[in-house]
T-cell receptor
Framework: EDQVTQSPEALRLQEGESSSLNCSYT??????LFWYRQDPGKGPEFLFT?????EEKEKERLKATLTKKESFLHITAPKPEDSATYLC????????????WGAGTKLIIKP | DAGITQSPRHKVTETGTPVTLRCHQT?????MYWYRQDPGHGLRLIHY???????DKGEVSDGYSVSRSKTEDFLLTLESATSSQTSVYFC????????????FGPGTRLTVT
């Protein structure tokens, strides 16, 4: 069964303190792994798609990496405005374009 | 931002009444999805559509129906609302080819009393 597990559930950091969020997945054949950011009261906002092990994508202070079993979202020198819930999802080759979602990591950056 | 709107944005209704939520897109994307999001459960797929008049069930489809008569509109109907359907509902769209990511609307907060 396809499954996505995110850890930790919540992460509190000081401004400037770098860290990583984890997304572990099992899928019969990976078509893509997706990272989203969700602010309170809003819909998820697309960040990255990763397709194959070894791939990396960057956007401002965020960098996403992918292995055959997990993905990391690295946050470098975060700012308070990076506070949000970060969601991970995978799409398998047999999924008919459906995504399997993780429960998310709530990130809080204290000034 | 992807052109996705949802209406209404907030709704309070009574148990047993029918409710219809609307999702409208201006991107001409083939795929459209309805999710609900609840604390402790994350995003759960209710129904999705892969073209006009082509729909299929997701993991939590009981008590919900959908219709898609035009590419740009996807309707979610609760035939007889129950308190367990109190939730935030999100519509999403994706293209049929390319990078497959989904883009989300702003959400509808539904309260069933």
């Amino acid at each position: 069964e396809d499954q996505v597990t995110q850890s930790p559930e919540a992460l509190r950091l000081q401004e400037g303190e770098s860290s990583s969020l984890n997304c572990s997945y099992t899928v019969s054949g990976l078509r893509g792994l997706f990272w989203y950011r969700q602010d309170p009261g809003k819909g998820p906002e697309f960040l990255f798609t990763l397709y194959s092990a070894g791939e990396e994508k960057e956007k401002e202070r965020l960098k996403a990496t992918l292995t055959k079993k997990e993905s990391f979202l690295h946050i470098t020198a975060p700012k308070p405005e990076d506070s949000a819930t970060y969601l991970c999802a995978v799409q398998g080759v047999d999924s008919n374009y459906q995504l399997i979602w993780g429960a998310g990591t709530k990130l809080i950056i204290k000034p | 931002d992807a052109g996705i709107t949802q209406s209404p944005r907030h709704k309070v209704t009574e148990t047993g009444t029918p409710v219809t939520l609307r999702c409208h897109q201006t991107e001409n994307h083939r795929y459209m999805y309805w999710y609900r999001q609840d604390p402790g459960h994350g995003l759960r797929l209710i129904h999705y559509s892969y073209g006009v008049k082509d729909t299929d069930k997701g993991e939590v489809s009981d008590g919900y129906s959908v219709s898609r008569s035009k590419t740009e509109d996807f309707l979610l109907t609760l035939e007889s609302a129950t308190s367990s359907q109190t939730s935030v509902y999100f519509c999403a769209i994706s293209a049929a080819s390319g990078s497959y990511e989904q883009y989300f609307g702003p959400g509808t907060r539904l309260t069933v009393t």
